[in-house]
């Protein structure tokens, strides 16, 4: 049984920003309150930008919509706060990130039941727009809309449980008598035609203004009142040219005197008054999927005569004789309606009082009484633990709860010639220019996108193309090795490069030739794969040869049978596992007496090795070196915590804490990942998301390294702070880490939280 809830948060915006959602979040707390005034209240108030606003007390923390740290704090401070239920108003808007991805970070890591509002929801969504409403159902214990038409919505379109929705109205405030309210306007004995909210261009005003001349030739006394100033989103790009066209168009078609702009964002106590003067509401929209409107309920609530056009939340509202519905942009028919409405008393009123007698349970009292029970309702299934956390999650195709593919970071810091090495913060920084060993990462994450599932192809194409030439133009025919640093001058500054970078070319090209379906791109890489692999024989590096081994799997994936390279192989294969042998004892299963980078790769080579060859004890010595590998990179709070590269770890040694690489991150989720396809044994898929999650925040700093706002990731975790570059090693290595996870299929559900969720 669960306990009765006792605090609620609200999150989303609220008064005095100036919008439709800050309205709405601020009068359900009030209702709230008002009936159950024993509920401790609390809100997570959006700013959206660099703005800040004056909150009343109730707004205890304060969110900057693509601040994408601040969605991690602000989980921390719910759950702190011991929080029961969290109310989310949801608009995709108004949260940061690709189609406001940034709060699912948030709705991830707090421990409450979520009831999340949804304001929008949208028929014919993109990609983006789909993946978080999807996921942004998963992680709500319950969803409220506002009409039966969103509920259809959720289930046709999302593929939502019915018995997860819950249709409530909108709420609507109670007005004062008309006409003391007409008194207090100044428009005492006259008609009102009233449009209220804030302006964009998508109200449709313009249409009204077109109409008013023959509802005046009519109704010579009438006077259209518009309520609402500019959006401040419209204001901010745009400036006032709506409100002001608005304006001159009254002018043009002489009506000016007879139409009264309000221009501003009025309280609720004046938007009651302009309520209670309306004989008639209109709401010309021009957006036909609207699936709530506050305008239109406050209306509806109000009692009154309703003109509208026929969006999905009026066809809904305005059925069986509540208002007129009339065809898009045609003042004619608005005209035809209004004047016609304005002449019939009887008929009016009758329309208004069909809408009354509906608006009484839009009434905000019997609104925060639906909510309560809503809110009990995710309570009891939060507490039967039918809520699904984040760590529990199977990779299915694609796994619930990763983040989504954003390549937009890595096309930028990709020029005409290839990817550039660093950035300063999220800036290409061009002196220090270009090379190999991060172009060939860059080529074998485009390799990896058609497994992982994605729908990114044209951009991947055109990336993949110039990740391959750069990888061919690297290569020196006369010498079989590949250059590494590039100038931005486009200068090679060195005739050799290292083993390690001439061996992750080969794991690239393998890849390309293991996956691409293109003709040319498969020509040119098994030229280059077959031109370098060769020298790879007479290499010292151990990490060479593993990546080379890595490659080498991905080649004989397609072709296997080709004994020159299988050969190669198993040449190489051997040696590191000779290599593990010599070097390993009772408390160091290594490879050597030190660890310093890109160590699980070793792992993953021997591992995917033995696996080919059926050489059992290659594979036993891969998986066991990742299994001590995983124990010294546990920290002792339960996170991933690689060996820093300030000082790795010598044998007999203390390792180094700071400062963490992506890259290592990366490479312990692909073992991880390798192990479980190997051995069956479902707890590296557990191991591979642990790692992962370091990216996320799971780790020692409590911070997250991938900034969605950019699609980049930061370039490592120092002591007190972390990097805040975005250079290509690290956007690389989370992308790959990321498409690895979705590529994996993981069948087996984890279910211990995630917090808790190490080895």
Not at 97 to 120: D, F
Not at 397 to 418: C, I, K, Y
Not at 688 to 704: P, T
Request: aromatic letters at 8%.
């Amino acid at each position: 049984m669960t306990h009765p809830i006792t605090r609620i948060a609200f999150l989303g915006n609220h008064l005095p920003r100036q919008c439709g959602i800050a309205t709405f979040t601020t009068d359900l707390n009030d209702a709230i309150g008002t009936a159950f005034p024993r509920l401790d209240r609390i809100v997570v108030a959006m700013n959206d930008g660099g703005h800040r606003y004056a909150y009343p007390p109730q707004v205890r923390f304060e969110l900057s919509d693509h601040d994408s740290d601040a969605y991690l704090r602000a989980a921390d401070f719910l759950n702190v706060n011991t929080v029961d239920v969290l109310s989310v108003q949801h608009e995709y808007g108004i949260f940061g990130g690709k189609a406001g991805s940034h709060l699912l970070a948030l709705l991830r890591e707090v421990r409450m039941p979520v009831v999340s509002t949804l304001h929008t929801i949208l028929g014919q969504p993109h990609d983006s727009q789909r993946k978080v409403m999807e996921e942004l159902a998963r992680l709500s214990e319950r969803l409220v809309v506002m009409s039966e038409h969103g509920a259809a919505l959720l289930r046709e379109t999302y593929g939502v449980d019915a018995s997860k929705i819950d249709v409530i109205p909108h709420g609507t405030p109670v007005v004062p008598p008309a006409e003391e309210a007409k008194e207090r306007l100044g428009v005492q004995g006259r008609p009102v035609l009233l449009t209220f909210g804030l302006l964009s261009p998508d109200k449709g005003i313009e249409y009204v203004l077109d109409a008013l001349p023959q509802i005046l030739s009519r109704s010579p006394d009438a006077i259209y009142i518009v309520v609402g100033a500019t959006h401040p989103h419209v204001r901010a790009h745009s400036g006032e040219t709506y409100r002001l066209g608005l304006e001159s168009r009254s002018r043009e078609r002489g009506v000016e005197g007879s139409v009264m702009f309000h221009d501003r964002f009025v309280s609720a106590t004046e938007l009651a008054d302009f309520l209670a003067a309306a004989d008639i509401c209109v709401t010309p929209y021009l957006q036909p999927e609207q699936i709530s409107s506050g305008v239109l309920a406050y209306a509806v609530g109000s009692g009154k005569a309703v003109v509208s056009t026929p969006y999905r939340y009026a066809t809904e509202l305005l059925a069986e004789g509540r208002g007129l519905l009339v065809p898009w942009r045609n003042p004619q028919a608005i005209a035809d309606a209004v004047a016609g409405l304005l002449g019939d008393d009887v008929a009016r009123r009758a329309m208004g009082a069909r809408a009354g007698a509906l608006g009484q349970r839009m009434e905000w009292p019997a609104v925060a009484r639906a909510y309560l029970a809503s809110f009990g309702r995710a309570r009891a299934k939060h507490g039967e633990g039918r809520r699904t956390s984040l760590a529990a999650q199977t990779l299915a195709g694609r796994p619930a709860g990763l983040p989504e593919v954003n390549f937009s970071h890595l096309a930028r810091l990709t020029d005409d010639t290839g990817v550039l090495q660093h950035a300063r913060y999220s800036v290409p920084r061009y002196d220090h220019g270009y090379c190999l060993d991060d172009n060939a990462r860059a080529l074998l994450l485009m390799a990896s996108v058609e497994d992982a599932g994605t729908d990114e192809r044209a951009a991947v194409e055109a990336l993949a193309g110039r990740y391959l030439a750069f990888v061919g133009h690297a290569f020196n025919p006369d010498t079989g090795r590949f250059r590494n640093f590039m100038s931005f001058t486009r200068a090679w500054t060195e005739e050799c490069g290292s083993e390690d970078s001439h061996g992750r070319a080969i794991w690239s090209l393998g890849a390309v030739l293991g996956r691409s379906q293109t003709p040319g791109t498969r020509s040119l890489a098994g030229d280059l794969f077959h031109a370098a692999l060769p020298p790879v024989a007479d290499f010292a590096s151990p990490r060479a040869w593993a990546y080379a081994l890595v490659g080498i799997d991905h080649y004989l994936g397609a072709f296997q049978g080709d004994r020159d390279v299988e050969a190669v192989g198993s040449l190489l294969a051997e040696r590191l596992l000779d290599l593990h042998r010599r070097t390993s004892g009772p408390d160091w299963c290594w490879f050597e007496n030190s660890l310093t980078y890109a160590n699980a790769r070793l792992c993953e080579a021997l591992i995917v090795s033995g696996a080919r060859m059926q050489r059992q004890p290659m594979l036993d010595a891969g998986v066991a070196s990742l299994t001590w590998l995983l124990s010294i990179q546990r920290a002792s709070e339960g996170y991933f915590a690689p060996v820093g590269s300030n000082g790795f770890l010598e044998r007999g040694a203390l390792p180094a804490r700071f400062d963490q690489q992506p890259v290592e991150a990366c490479g312990f989720v692909s073992a991880c990942l390798a192990a479980h396809r190997a051995t069956g044994d479902t707890s590296w898929t557990r191991h591979a998301r642990w790692a992962f999650d370091w990216f996320l925040g799971h780790n020692e700093l409590h911070r997250s390294l991938y900034d969605p706002s950019t699609g980049g990731c930061r370039d490592g975790l120092h002591a007190e702070r972390v990097n805040q570059n975005q250079g290509a090693e690290s956007t690389i290595s989370f992308l790959q880490a990321l498409l690895d996870m979705r590529a994996a299929q993981l069948a087996v559900a984890v279910n211990s939280p995630l917090h808790a969720m190490a080895p």
